[in-house]
């Protein structure tokens, strides 16, 4: 079920395959996905790997800003992130977004949408700026105001360097996560920072949910990251780590919840997207399931990575 020329994103080794048959449980995208594991660094990733292209065409149908705009949905979400309800939220859920990081300074949020964070980071007293490659998404946040570029930070050539770069549930969307690495390492000033974010490939939700886990979002996620894996990486392209943290948020369990219970091969969760059910499912799962939540985090098995690391330089 691997394809021949199966090699390791990262390292370049021999992957084995892990899991086998995976679909798209968000779009109902028609085909079949496989995970691999490396049999050297350890590092899992989706396999077909998408090409560049294909990627780009899926991206522009089905993410984000191509696929929806001014829905209910969406406008409660800009309504809630704006509230300070979303403040008290995060103290009690986990930041996974860096939300509320206060501090200063250049910081640079790569992919950053329509720029919903950049306002927030600014709110918070960076100087904040954004790539993204989306350019209905880069219009829109150009028109609120903000500064953003439709580059990938692979040719991005700032004229100032950044003390801070973000990528929040963005490096495991890459064809080249070292390479990407490295282009942040090159874009920040000496001593600089990096905030990740991403899915913990050693999440017990992994276990419970199997093919039905929310974050292995294929063929969007390319690589599955342990906390190992990235640590290892991030040390390759110049980092030394400072901190991994594990959180679970309640709306990727909700979302695992609606993923298992309703997705189909080749059709649309269309309950994914429900406000009600995924808002009472969040607070059934923050307030009574918070032991098991706590407990996966603290023995180093929680659903999401949070990473903040500093340039060697
Ligand atoms: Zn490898």
């Known amino acids: 079920m691997l394809g021949k020329n199966s090699k390791c994103l990262v390292c370049g080794s021999k992957v084995t395959a892990e899991i086998q048959g995976l679909f798209d449980t968000r779009f109902g995208?028609?085909?079949?996905?496989?995970?691999?594991?490396?049999?050297?660094?350890?590092?899992?990733?989706?396999?077909?790997?998408?090409?560049?292209?294909?990627?780009?065409?899926?991206?522009?149908?089905?993410?984000?800003?191509?696929?929806?705009?001014?829905?209910?949905?969406?406008?409660?979400?800009?309504?809630?992130?704006?509230?300070?309800?979303?403040?008290?939220?995060?103290?009690?859920?986990?930041?996974?977004?860096?939300?509320?990081?206060?501090?200063?300074?250049?910081?640079?949020?790569?992919?950053?949408?329509?720029?919903?964070?950049?306002?927030?980071?600014?709110?918070?007293g960076f100087e904040a700026e954004g790539l993204e490659l989306n350019e209905v998404a880069v219009e829109e946040a150009r028109a609120k105001g903000l500064t953003v570029y439709a580059e990938a930070v692979e040719d991005f050539q700032p004229e100032q360097p950044y003390a801070v770069v973000v990528l929040s549930n963005v490096l495991e969307h890459s064809l080249?996560?070292?390479?990407?690495?490295?282009?942040?390492?090159?874009?920040?000033?000496?001593?600089?920072?990096?905030?990740?974010?991403?899915?913990?490939?050693?999440?017990?939700?992994?276990?419970?949910?199997?093919?039905?886990?929310?974050?292995?979002?294929?063929?969007?996620?390319?690589?599955?990251?342990?906390?190992?894996?990235?640590?290892?990486?991030?040390?390759?392209?110049?980092?030394?780590?400072?901190?991994?943290?594990?959180?679970?948020?309640a709306l990727w369990v909700a979302h695992s919840i609606i993923s298992f219970l309703f997705s189909k091969p080749g059709h649309m969760n269309r309950y994914l997207r429900s406000p009600f059910l995924v808002a009472s499912l969040m607070l059934v799962i923050r307030f009574v399931l918070f032991p098991l939540l706590w407990l996966g985090n603290l023995s180093g098995h929680g659903d999401c990575l949070v990473v903040r690391a500093k340039t060697q330089r």
Request: glycine fraction near 8%.
């Open 29 to 124: 995208i028609k085909n079949v996905w496989n995970i691999g594991r490396c049999i050297d660094c350890g590092l899992e990733q989706t396999i077909p790997t998408p090409s560049s292209e294909e990627l780009k065409k899926l991206y522009e149908t089905f993410y984000n800003f191509g696929g929806e705009k001014g829905t209910f949905y969406t406008r409660l979400r800009a309504r809630f992130l704006s509230s300070v309800f979303y403040r008290v939220w995060l103290a009690i859920d986990g930041d996974v977004s860096f939300h509320s990081v206060k501090g200063s300074g250049r910081l640079l949020d790569i992919g950053c949408n329509e720029g919903r964070g950049l306002q927030i980071h600014r709110a918070n």
């Open 176 to 249: 080249d996560p070292r390479n990407m690495l490295y282009h942040v390492q090159r874009i920040l000033k000496p001593g600089g920072k990096v905030w990740i974010s991403c899915p913990n490939s050693r999440s017990w939700l992994r276990y419970v949910f199997g093919r039905y886990w929310i974050n292995w979002h294929v063929p969007f996620h390319i690589v599955h990251f342990s906390p190992e894996a990235l640590k290892r990486l991030l040390q390759d392209a110049g980092f030394s780590v400072d901190h991994i943290a594990h959180k679970t948020p």
